[in-house]
């Protein structure tokens, strides 16, 4: 298992079942430990299949993809479910939170499908709830909302939420998929630094996701997914 | 797993409303199913009882059912009567141990009367060999005495030494009375739960004398005799409508049946009470079976309504059923987390349907028991009725694999990123 070698994606080609041509057909992409990349990815240029395909919900055509050291392609589905468990957070656009459940319960959410990550949180935090308070007071949600219903807070506190679901247990991976989009200006500066920060404690490879390249500033490393993505460049040239 | 239940018990929590009315539709189609297969069980357990010990039910030839059906239950009107020299020879016959002669044709306020003798008391059972008890009073003895069934006497009201006339023929309106011979309760039977709770019993003899002055079913005009002079007249029967007949031995009941119904004098037929019970309650039993088939089908509408609704959720539901893919979920946990919220509604709505019957049952059995006469035996479950339910959870089951497995498929095609 190479050290720094976190996210590894070598001649990847999907198709989606039904489809005549690929969707996606990357060359090369390449991540370490503690990296911070930004994924420019406008829709259509295939962003939701890059993160299917390494979340291990979708199968490569053909290619190889290796999250820290695991070959996805030569997975059973349910082990790349564990793999992601254990390994990947998420962040999403919006609705990110599970409705009926309270503000600790959905950061608790990744620990009841991972053993290793609720370990992981337990040890860090002396118990699972501390972790998550901990978690919380770091991304700056008062401790009078964790029991409250997440329908009660604001599209800002839900993001914050989603993050600290997303790096609880510490994943080595945290992938956020236009965590901002729904925020204003402002707010969209300050949830990035949030996120970067905790990242870099975390020492979690992000891989952020995003079409906006405003907010490509602070990351170490900018991919653009159009001109990586060499079955959109095929198509656009037909 | 177990967490998985937790979050299908909390998700559900969250669409309790609708969730809640379909489970209450549920528990009613399961209410409403145990319901009906309940009255069927105890209608025809006390239809079953309702003569025991009677080894032959003997009449003019007419058809089982139909003589089951005046001799027994006192509905309808025989088609012939017995000659009174037919009944001695066949309470002779070494092979009888005793007889009961029934004469009807009168009612009361709609009760049907029965004249009889007082071996009635002594040898009709019901139930499990269960003998006549009276709650009240003695057999009759006078002339114009009565024993009321204990229905009778609830629902008309009467004690001891109560004076009734009896009316002539059968229905409640627009009969003539036979009010110039008054009767006296003498006697209240305690309840059976068959048809002797709804009768009225007077002697034999008393049958003649009210019908004295009586001939081809009306009253002669102009010509009475009154109650103290009856006494004068030979009271002796001429008829009866219907013998039951017990005997010395079981063994012989088909030879005293062959000779009944080869009877020389007159044409007569001799029943098995229980077999003829058994037709009788086939001829019942079809409108029996489709009340039980019409509730069945109602707990399928039940059913397919729960999985209309978890299907109509599902599609709200899909970004929460990405949240947890991305978090590690496999399809399959998709597929039992809403598995099992349909098994879970059907399960807590079964239950409820059965809490609310044994609740409905328990009110209302004295109101079923005076109204009907039928007794319903208030208990939580029956093993008939626990094969009903596995049918109905089975059924369940297999309804809730749906919802379940059009979500696995959403969650694959879905991935992390729902389309909406």
């Given at each position: 298992?190479?050290?720094n ?8 080609s ?36 890059l ?14 993809i290796?999250?820290?050291?695991h070959?996805?392609?030569?997975m ?23 409705p ?8 608790l ?5 991972s ?5 992981r ?11 998550a ?12 909302l964790?029991?409250r219903?997440?329908t009660?807070?604001?599209v800002g ?15 080595e991976v ?14 969209q ?13 975390a ?7 995003s079409?906006d390249?405003?907010?490509?500033s602070?990351f ?9 993505n ?9 | ?6 979050l299908a ?51 003019a ?6 003589l ?14 017995i ?10 016959n070494?092979?009888?141990a ?28 019901y ?5 006549l008890t009276?709650?009240d009073?003695?057999?009759f ?5 009565a ?14 030494g ?13 009969l ?14 305690a309840r ?7 009768t009225v019993?007077?002697?034999l003899e008393?049958?003649e ?8 079913g009306a ?6 005799i ?8 030979d009271l002796t029967?001429?008829e ?7 005997l ?7 030879r005293?049946q062959r000779?009944v ?5 007159e044409?007569l037929?001799?029943?098995l ?7 009788l ?8 079976r ?23 959720s599902?599609?709200e ?9 991305s978090v ?6 998709v ?9 879970f509604?059907t399960?807590?709505?079964?239950l409820?349907?059965?809490a609310?019957?044994t ?7 004295p109101?079923i028991?005076?109204?009907y ?12 009725e626990l094969g009903l339910l596995?049918?109905v959870?089975?059924v ?5 694999l749906?919802p ?8 694959l ?7 909406i």
């Amino acid at each position: 298992m190479a050290n720094n070698g976190v996210v590894k994606i070598e001649n990847l080609s999907f198709r989606y079942p039904k489809a005549d041509s690929a969707c996606l057909d990357i060359q090369e992409l390449h991540a370490n430990a503690g990296d911070r990349i930004f994924v420019y990815g406008p829709s259509g240029s295939g962003k939701s299949t890059l993160l299917g395909l390494l979340g291990g919900v979708l199968s490569p055509e053909r290619g190889t993809i290796s999250l820290l050291g695991h070959e996805l392609t030569k997975m059973s589905p349910s082990a790349r479910d564990r793999l992601r468990a254990d390994h990947i957070g998420f962040v999403f656009q919006q609705f990110n939170l599970i409705p009926y459940l309270s503000v600790t319960d959905n950061v608790l959410l990744s620990c009841r499908f991972s053993a290793r990550r609720h370990s992981r949180a337990v040890a860090s935090g002396c118990t699972l709830h501390g972790e998550a308070a901990r978690l919380l007071d770091h991304l700056d949600i008062a401790p009078e909302l964790r029991h409250r219903p997440v329908t009660q807070l604001s599209v800002g506190q839900q993001q914050r939420v989603a993050a600290a679901r997303a790096l609880i247990g510490r994943p080595e991976v945290v992938i956020a998929d236009e965590p901002t989009s729904a925020l204003d200006a402002e707010r969209q500066i300050a949830f990035l630094d949030l996120l970067s920060r905790e990242c870099i404690a975390a020492n979690a490879t992000l891989l952020f996701v995003s079409h906006d390249r405003r907010l490509a500033s602070g990351f170490s490393l900018e991919i653009s997914l159009p001109s990586l993505n060499r079955a959109q460049a095929a198509q656009e040239a037909a | 797993m177990k967490y998985l239940l937790a979050l299908a018990v909390r998700s559900a929590w969250n669409r309790k409303l609708t969730l809640g009315l379909t489970l209450m539709s549920i528990a009613l189609s399961v209410a409403l199913l145990i319901g009906v297969e309940r009255v069927r069980q105890d209608a025809q357990d006390s239809f079953s009882q309702s003569v025991s010990g009677t080894d032959l039910v003997v009449g003019a030839r007419t058809s089982p059912v139909q003589l089951m059906l005046y001799a027994v239950f006192h509905i309808g009107d025989a088609t012939n009567n017995i000659h009174w020299q037919t009944y001695k020879d066949i309470a002779a016959n070494p092979a009888v141990a005793w007889t009961i002669p029934v004469s009807m044709g009168d009612s009361h306020h709609g009760f049907p009367v029965v004249g009889t003798t007082t071996d009635y008391f002594e040898h009709f059972h019901y139930g499990e060999s269960q003998p006549l008890t009276f709650s009240d009073g003695k057999p009759f003895s006078g002339l114009f005495d009565a024993v009321i069934g204990a229905e009778v006497a609830q629902q008309l009201g009467y004690h001891l030494g109560d004076r009734i006339t009896l009316s002539h023929g059968m229905g409640g309106i627009g009969l003539t009375e036979h009010a110039d011979k008054p009767f006296t309760v003498v006697g209240i039977l305690a309840r059976t739960g068959t048809p002797v709770d709804r009768t009225v019993h007077v002697s034999l003899e008393a049958i003649e004398a009210i019908h004295l002055d009586w001939q081809g079913g009306a009253k002669i005009p102009g010509f009475s005799i009154p109650a103290e002079y009856v006494g004068k007249f030979d009271l002796t029967p001429k008829e009866v409508t219907a013998i039951l007949v017990g005997l010395q031995s079981r063994a012989g009941v088909f030879r005293m049946q062959r000779y009944v119904n080869e009877y020389h004098a007159e044409p007569l037929l001799a029943v098995l009470p229980g077999v003829a019970l058994d037709q009788l309650w086939q001829v019942v039993g079809v409108a029996e079976r489709a009340l039980l088939a019409v509730s069945g089908m109602v707990v399928v509408v039940g059913l397919c309504g729960l999985v209309a609704v978890i299907l109509a959720s599902l599609n709200e539901r899909r970004r929460e059923l990405a949240i947890l893919r991305s978090v590690g979920a496999r399809p399959m946990d998709v597929f039992l987390l809403l598995s099992a919220e349909g098994l879970f509604i059907t399960l807590s709505g079964t239950l409820i349907g059965m809490a609310l019957l044994t609740a409905l049952t328990a009110s209302l059995v004295p109101l079923i028991q005076s109204h009907y006469g039928l007794t319903i035996i208030p208990r939580f479950i029956s093993y008939d009725e626990l094969g009903l339910l596995g049918i109905v959870m089975g059924v369940s089951l297999l309804a809730s694999l749906a919802p379940g497995y059009s979500a696995y498929k959403l969650s694959l095609s879905d991935g992390l990123t729902p389309r909406i």
